[in-house]
């Protein structure tokens, strides 16, 4: 008789899902309309989500952005 798998033994393990990495805690944050709009817009730029956001600047790790140009720039030739 073939040995039955369970089925998700092929499914790719969550990194945060182990009990010391999973997130289970809410944090809540006032802020003004303008505090609120300059994140939103940090957020979209950097490609990050608020939480993340916030992880990296509590964290000190870097959250600058970099941009490529693909052709040319102020430099370019017209």
Do not use: F, W
Not at 8 to 25: C, G, L, M, S
Not at 44 to 63: C, I, P
Request: a positive charge.
């Amino acid at each position: 008789m073939a040995e039955m798998k369970s089925p998700n033994v092929h499914a790719k393990k969550n990194r945060n899902d182990t009990p010391r990495k999973r997130k289970t805690h809410i944090i809540k944050v006032r802020v003004t309309a303008e505090e609120k709009l300059r994140i939103a817009y940090a957020c979209k730029e950097l490609h990050l989500t608020q939480s993340e956001l916030v992880r990296r600047v509590l964290y000190g790790v870097n959250v600058k952005h970099t941009v490529v140009v693909a052709q040319g720039g102020e430099d370019a030739q017209e």
